[in-house]
């Protein structure tokens, strides 16, 4: 984890390549995320450093020109981690720290690295514990003094096995001990969802930091944890919510990233049951941010990774009161007027367009709007009521939306 200097940052180097795969325009995207999770970490960037590889180098990730220019700015600059945007191999973390003499992290080790600090519950905790093991597993090399003795060692060495062999069986056993402690946990919290009765389930997913604890605040009147860093909630939340005289159910997700490490997609799959679990998910995107079609692909993409993309969805757009379209100069024939010069009337006629007029444009933070995002969202949950019980169509009316 990032040591914090007493009344001073950490300072950090980042480092990405362009290749086929991933162009320059997205590498600078990658590498502004990169260096927002740094910051949410609790370090400061000095520099950062992109190459064009056609593919990483499989010692050092990037050439040796390269690196040795990184080396000489982290040794005249007192530079004490210096932060990969893609996962290293154990040996290319191994092959770096050599070089560099500081200490290494990949995209992959920063995340959990933020998880870590955030898990405020056990779950979330335990969670958390689980995806780093599953990642520090193959990148053991003797950190017998690193690994909590839970065993003593006299009489539990087998014939021949080395300090390392040990090491792993120790974090393979934790491993399955924190297995089975998540199924525990699993198997109540599924209780409590099916203990929830019949009401409508409605879940709140989208990218990190696009405002969803907010609009849950504003919804059900409740303080939900929320604050403009990345993955400011891991745990969900669950709320009774009543729109109009309809009342159901509204959860918060942990926020959603592009390369999300494996490790965490897998230990916080139970998290994200609830998304399997509702009827209606509320796709929220901060409209502001100058790559937000990119984040709804992502975020399109881990649904259809955990197979809920054919479930009702309304797109909302959030923070619309800090959107700003690009100046457009209709005499420079040099630029070509594209999406990043829409206006927001343009951006809906789009949106709407493309999702069947299921798509609405607020600002939560500043309450702009929320009176159609409430009847559209009570129009929406309605029609789930009734499908599921069209004997109390008479209970909840039909309403125009605004």
């Known amino acids: 984890m990032l040591?914090?200097?007493?009344?001073?940052?950490?300072?950090a180097v980042l480092v990405g390549i362009i290749t086929q795969e991933q162009t320059v325009q997205m590498v600078s995207d990658y590498m502004d995320e990169l260096e927002f999770l740094t910051l949410t970490a609790g370090a400061k960037v000095l520099k950062r450093y992109t190459q064009k590889l056609e593919t990483p180098h499989p010692k050092t990730f990037i050439g040796s020109g390269k690196i040795e220019e990184v080396e000489a700015y982290v040794k005249a600059n007192d530079v004490s981690t210096v932060i990969f945007d893609d996962e290293l191999t154990p040996a290319q973390q191994a092959n770096i720290e050599e070089l560099l003499?500081?200490?290494?992290?990949?995209?992959?080790?920063?995340?959990?690295?933020i998880f870590a600090q955030r898990a405020q519950t056990s779950y979330a905790r335990t969670q958390v514990e689980l995806a780093q093991y599953q990642y520090l597993l193959p990148r053991l090399k003797g950190l017998w003094t690193h690994l909590e003795r839970q065993k003593g060692g006299i009489g539990m060495r087998g014939p021949g096995e080395t300090e390392i062999e040990t090491d792993r069986r120790i974090v393979r056993d934790k491993i399955t001990l924190l297995k089975k402690k998540?199924?525990?946990?699993?198997?109540?919290?599924?209780?409590?969802?099916?203990?929830?009765?019949?009401?409508?389930r409605v879940a709140l997913v989208g990218y990190t930091n696009v405002g969803k604890s907010t609009l849950m605040n504003v919804l059900s009147k409740s303080d939900v944890f929320a604050e403009n860093k990345l993955f400011a909630t891991l745990d969900t939340t669950v709320r009774k919510v009543v729109v109009g005289n309809l009342p159901f159910l509204l959860s918060d997700t942990v926020g959603f990233i592009r390369k999300l490490p494996t490790q965490l997609v897998?230990?916080?799959?139970?998290?994200?049951?609830?998304?399997?679990?509702?009827?209606?998910?509320?796709?929220?995107?901060?409209?502001?941010?100058?790559q937000f079609e990119a984040h709804i692909?992502?975020?399109?993409?881990?649904?259809?990774?955990?197979?809920?993309?054919?479930?009702?969805?309304?797109?909302?757009?959030?923070?619309?009161?800090?959107y700003?379209?690009?100046?457009?100069?209709?005499?420079?024939?040099?630029?070509?007027?594209?999406?990043?010069?829409?206006?927001?009337?343009e951006?809906?006629?789009?949106?709407?367009?493309?999702?069947?007029?299921?798509?609405?444009?607020?600002?939560?933070?500043e309450k702009q709007h929320m009176d159609t995002f409430r009847n559209r969202l009570y129009q929406k949950v309605r029609e789930l009521h009734i499908t599921r019980f069209p004997y109390n169509h008479f209970l909840y009316p039909e309403i125009e939306v605004e």
């Not at 525990?184 to 019949?198: F, K, V």
């Not at 700003?324 to 009337?345: C, N, P, Q, V």
């Open 182 to 200: 998540l199924a525990t946990i699993d198997r109540q919290m599924a209780t409590q969802r099916g203990n929830r009765g019949s009401l409508i």
């Open 266 to 290: 897998e230990s916080f799959k139970s998290t994200l049951d609830e998304v399997h679990e509702a009827d209606l998910l509320l796709h929220v995107v901060d409209i502001a941010h100058p």
């Open 324 to 345: 700003k379209a690009e100046d457009f100069d209709e005499t420079d024939l040099m630029i070509e007027r594209g999406s990043a010069h829409y206006s927001l009337e």
């Open 3 to 11: 040591e914090h200097k007493k009344h001073e940052y950490e300072y």
């Open 297 to 322: 692909n992502s975020v399109n993409e881990l649904l259809a990774e955990l197979k809920v993309q054919d479930k009702p969805i309304l797109m909302v757009f959030n923070k619309i009161d800090a």
């Open 101 to 113: 003499k500081c200490k290494i992290l990949d995209r992959t080790g920063l995340i959990l690295d």
């Open 347 to 365: 951006w809906k006629e789009t949106w709407m367009a493309k999702t069947q007029g299921d798509a609405v444009f607020v600002s939560a933070i």
